[in-house]
């Protein structure tokens, strides 16, 4: 099911097709919003009411048929938001979002392997030992550390640290190439886990379901509190190595479009 989030960043899109140049904050000006309110939207981190959705629709005067489609996304999202309430709250979280055009510069899944490393009790501050913990050259590590350096995440100089032990959360739920290269990347990792780890060092398990496609908003915000419990079961005591936790949940069957 499409998202209020995607609806408006598929608009935003539309308009970047037509200008390379143009950026979220001049699509928040032309929509006569904060930067901040936009980005918290589009990462369902805030919802629209109807008069913000009036606004929206006034401002980007799309066709009858769209401003249908983002009343009646709004009217499912707020059905949504008061079943989630009954989950309770999620688990207290330290996180830092990126934003759209950082993670476009640190897409690759090395980035946060790195950052993941530098968290580890084991942690050496040698590109050499680096190369090797994470098999990855040691020119590929070089170019990942300054990149990260230049976004402000870690220290190279005098010794390799961590400025920031927040937990890196990427945008989701949003279609972008960056966001579909860092998934492809992971999965094409986890294939190679599969041929070449003994089992004992990791788990590759999947089921196949019948599925009520109005519960996946739910079933979404499950999925994403599993991830932090597991992130914070398996990162206490003694960490020494990294590891992706990989899920993917998708249809088999062909989905009409609404």
């Given at each position: 099911?499409?998202?209020?989030?995607?609806?408006?960043?598929?608009?935003?899109?539309?308009?970047?097709?037509?200008?390379?140049?143009?950026?979220?904050?001049?699509?928040?000006?032309?929509?006569?919003?904060?930067?901040?309110?936009?980005?918290?939207?589009?990462?369902?981190?805030r919802y629209v009411n109807d008069e913000l959705a009036q606004q929206l629709i006034n401002k980007l005067q799309?066709?009858?048929?769209?401003?249908?489609?983002?009343?009646?996304?709004?009217?499912?999202?707020?059905?949504?938001?008061?079943?989630r309430k009954s989950f309770g709250p999620p688990p207290s979280f330290n996180t830092k979002l990126l934003q759209?055009?950082?993670?476009?510069?640190?897409?690759?899944?090395?980035?946060?392997?790195?950052?993941?490393?530098?968290?580890?009790?084991?942690?050496?501050?040698?590109?050499?030992?680096?190369?090797?913990?994470?098999?990855?050259?040691?020119?590929?590590?070089?170019?990942?550390?300054?990149?990260?350096?230049?976004?402000?995440?870690?220290?190279?100089?005098?010794?390799?640290?961590?400025?920031?032990?927040?937990?890196?959360?990427?945008?989701?739920?949003?279609?972008?190439?960056?966001?579909?290269?860092?998934?492809?990347?992971?999965?094409?990792?986890?294939?190679?886990?599969?041929?070449?780890?003994?089992?004992?060092?990791?788990?590759?398990?999947?089921?196949?379901?019948?599925?009520?496609?109005?519960?996946?908003?739910?079933?979404?915000?499950?999925?994403?509190?599993?991830?932090?419990?597991?992130?914070?079961?398996?990162?206490?005591?003694?960490?020494?190595?990294?590891?992706?936790?990989?899920?993917?949940?998708?249809?088999?069957?062909?989905?009409?479009?609404?």
């Amino acid at each position: 099911m499409e998202t209020v989030g995607e609806w408006l960043f598929d608009k935003y899109e539309s308009l970047r097709n037509r200008n390379q140049r143009y950026s979220l904050r001049a699509f928040a000006k032309k929509l006569d919003i904060p930067n901040s309110r936009l980005i918290q939207i589009i990462h369902h981190k805030r919802y629209v009411n109807d008069e913000l959705a009036q606004q929206l629709i006034n401002k980007l005067q799309p066709p009858m048929s769209e401003q249908q489609k983002l009343l009646e996304l709004i009217k499912k999202e707020e059905h949504h938001r008061k079943v989630r309430k009954s989950f309770g709250p999620p688990p207290s979280f330290n996180t830092k979002l990126l934003q759209l055009d950082q993670f476009s510069l640190i897409s690759d899944p090395i980035h946060y392997s790195l950052l993941a490393l530098m968290e580890t009790d084991t942690f050496q501050s040698n590109i050499q030992w680096i190369s090797n913990k994470l098999n990855k050259d040691s020119d590929e590590i070089k170019t990942a550390l300054d990149c990260l350096k230049r976004l402000g995440f870690i220290e190279i100089e005098p010794e390799i640290k961590l400025i920031d032990a927040k937990f890196v959360e990427t945008p989701s739920d949003i279609p972008h190439q960056a966001l579909r290269d860092h998934q492809s990347a992971k999965i094409k990792e986890a294939l190679v886990a599969l041929d070449e780890l003994p089992v004992h060092i990791r788990d590759h398990t999947s089921i196949t379901i019948p599925v009520n496609p109005e519960k996946l908003p739910e079933a979404k915000k499950i999925i994403k509190e599993f991830r932090r419990k597991m992130s914070q079961l398996l990162s206490s005591g003694q960490t020494s190595d990294v590891y992706h936790l990989c899920i993917q949940l998708f249809p088999t069957t062909r989905i009409e479009n609404d």
